[in-house]
């Protein structure tokens, strides 16, 4: 198969908002596959490489050669050129890298590199997520789709389990079954915006949670050995050698746990994530140590787990783990004894709760309304910094915004950029705005006179490095434009230095 095959699927979808039609469109690509491309191309059509890393970056794809004129390239061809790509290491691979990199690129047509940049990037917007891919494999196969996502969610990812349900149907896909040693997808939490929401999906009594602000981790205990797999599955073993000491010590022959990891103060309280990201990064030796907490159990000395009540599953957690390391909880029965429960979780420096049903099961990779997590939404009126072109779907708009608070002795700070939260009428409108209030364009980036203050949503604050105030917003998100407050009322540094309890 041609990958301008994949790059023009991924354009009609991008142009249609029918779920229906992005299925079809889908099942049409995936029937046209050989077996051998299977698992290439239902890769390609979710928008993402096999390759988790690739070692490429908006910088190495500036200067690109000129497009080819002929569509050649096939999906197996790409694949491989990445998987080259990915596996270079040592001394000239830079160079080396950059001349395979202009080597592939040169090979693809105009549409296809701009697609190619966007699948390294994860800059592809065509609205075919995961589960629609899943859709779409059930529908071009005639299996069930329930069946492709239990297989989805066991084996751990859509692409592994492609080609059995291409060669075998139901009858291959059932035989996937969650495995010590072989990460799951795992739990997602929805969201709502308050307790009272979150305890109507619920329903009471529930469990709730504190929201720790750590990586998702996943441990598998098999005798003396340990795996330890992040939300992505990536294995991060050897990188948290205390974790792995705690996982080791529990007294079960073999187990899978879900939890969180983070740093830790002296005090007792959880560091700022940055902190825990960095320290879960490398594998060299640290000062910042991380404590595992546990939330759930999975599996036991031969018995899956996931069809358990909550209640089942909490009780099993609660008599293997030792009380330190489980995640605080309080089951309540009412509202108030929830609002005291999140009281308890931000008093302790964690950023919210998750409210659990106690009769749900453990569903792998399913984001429902078993869990939903509760957060109080920080906001700051900011000002726009600049503003860049936007790519993919977005290309012609201006998108990306960085965004500013006001310093009391004069001038902005930035804290971070975003392109979160606009919506296509938002992008119409800021594209003209910010072309009013350009005062420089330096290759995408458009620098704008700092009038316009823009209210952000974000979920906490970090250190950074990259910014002269040293700090930096996390998922920062735009709720609105303020065109009622002039640049001079907006949040100042000040404030988002006191939300940074840390310091």
């Known amino acids: 198969m041609l990958i301008s095959t994949i790059v023009d699927a991924s354009l009609r979808l991008a142009s249609t908002r029918s779920r229906k039609a992005k299925v079809e469109m889908l099942a049409a690509v995936l029937d046209e596959a050989d077996a051998g491309e299977i698992e290439v191309v239902t890769s390609f059509l979710s928008g993402s490489l096999r390759q988790r890393r690739t070692g490429l970056g908006w910088r190495s794809l500036a200067d690109l050669p000129a497009p080819a004129e002929q569509a050649t390239l096939t999906v197996l061809e790409v694949d491989a050129a990445f ?5 270079l290491s040592g001394a000239g691979s830079q160079a080396t890298r950059t001349g395979a990199t202009r080597e592939l690129f040169a090979r693809a047509t105009a549409p296809e590199q701009s697609w190619l940049r966007g699948v390294v990037t994860g800059e592809v917007r065509q609205g075919a997520l995961d589960a629609l891919v899943q859709e779409g494999l059930a529908s071009s196969t005639g299996v069930p789709v329930a069946a492709v996502r239990r297989a989805a969610m066991l084996a751990g990812s859509t692409v592994a389990i492609s080609a059995a349900a291409v060669a075998g149907g139901v009858e291959a896909l059932a035989a996937y079954h969650l495995e010590v040693g072989r990460p799951v997808q795992p739990m997602l939490a929805s969201s709502e915006p308050d307790l009272d929401a979150a305890l109507a999906r619920s329903g009471t009594p529930a469990a709730i949670d504190a929201k720790l602000d750590g990586i998702r981790i996943q441990a598998h205990k098999m005798g003396d050995r340990v795996l330890l797999a992040t939300r992505t599955l990536e294995d991060i073993t050897a990188r948290l050698p205390e974790v792995v000491a705690v996982v080791a010590s529990l007294p079960v022959e073999t187990a899978v746990l879900d939890g969180e990891a983070l740093a830790i103060g002296v005090d007792g309280r959880p560091r700022p994530f940055q902190e825990t990201a960095s320290r879960t990064a490398t594998t060299g030796a640290s000062d910042v140590a991380i404590t595992p907490y546990f ?14 009540s909550g209640t089942e599953r909490l009780a099993r957690l609660t008599a293997l783990v030792p ?5 605080p909880r309080r089951v ?9 429960a999140l009281d308890e979780a931000l008093a302790a420096g964690h950023e919210g709760v998750v409210v659990k049903s106690l009769d749900a099961p453990y569903d792998a990779g399913r984001r429902g309304a078993a869990w939903v997590k509760v957060k109080p939404v920080h906001t700051l009126d900011l000002v726009v910094l600049a503003v860049e072109e936007g790519s993919g779907r977005r290309r012609g708009w201006l998108s990306n915004i960085h965004l500013g608070a006001r310093d009391p002795e004069g001038g902005f700070v930035m804290l971070g950029k975003t392109f979160k939260g606009m919506t296509d009428e938002i992008l119409r409108w800021q594209t003209e705005r910010f072309t009013e209030l350009m005062t ?3 290759d995408w980036v458009v620098r704008v006179r700092p009038e316009q203050v823009v209210e952000i949503a974000f979920d906490g604050v970090q250190r950074s490095t990259r910014y002269p105030g040293g700090l930096a917003l996390r998922f920062a998100r735009v709720i609105r434009y303020r065109d009622d407050k002039t640049a001079d009322e907006a949040d100042t540094i000040d404030s988002v230095r006191r939300l940074a309890s840390w310091l």
């Open 83 to 87: 998987g080259q790509i990915a596996a």
């Open 295 to 308: 939330f759930d159990l999975l599996y036991v000395d031969g018995q899956d787990l996931l069809a358990l």
């Open 323 to 327: 009380p330190e390391h489980l995640v």
């Open 332 to 340: 309540v029965t009412t509202a108030d004894e929830a609002r005291l």
């Open 440 to 442: 420089e364009r330096d």
